[in-house]
């Protein structure tokens, strides 16, 4: 499973992007995908899941109300959209999908940086 993440940039605080991450391969061997993000010097942060079958969605709270997550099975595809965006979202964003509660398959990550 390869997975493509894309999207990031530099926006101003209060500002929206949309990052995608494009799987190919054996995608059917996983069963969801999350979003984390890492800003420099901290801990790696889950942002949140959806399954594939996009019947179950979580978040962290930090995130809640801004940001959403969604998938289009038939491209492969899941979208983060970030929305009202904070000087402290600034990080790389990754993508990641699970197999077997693991979570093996990552993409290569996107910078997003918010600029206050």
């Known amino acids: 499973v390869q997975l493509q993440a894309s999207g990031g940039g530099l926006v101003q605080a209060g500002g929206s992007l949309r990052l995608s991450c494009a799987a190919s391969?054996?995608?059917?061997?996983?069963?969801?995908v999350a979003w984390f993000r890492q800003a420099p010097g901290k801990d790696r942060e889950w942002i949140g899941t959806?399954?594939?079958?996009?019947?179950?969605?979580a978040v962290t709270d930090s995130v809640k109300g801004r940001f959403t997550i969604s998938s289009d099975n038939a491209k492969n595809t899941v979208s983060l959209q970030m929305n009202s965006l904070k000087p402290e979202d600034t990080a790389v964003y990754y993508c990641?999908?699970?197999?077997?509660?693991?979570?093996?398959?990552w993409g290569q990550g996107t910078q997003v940086t918010v600029s206050s």
């Open positions: 990641a999908a699970r197999r077997l509660d693991a979570w093996i398959y």
């Open positions: 391969g054996r995608t059917y061997s996983t069963d969801a």
């Open positions: 959806i399954k594939w079958s996009g019947g179950s969605i």
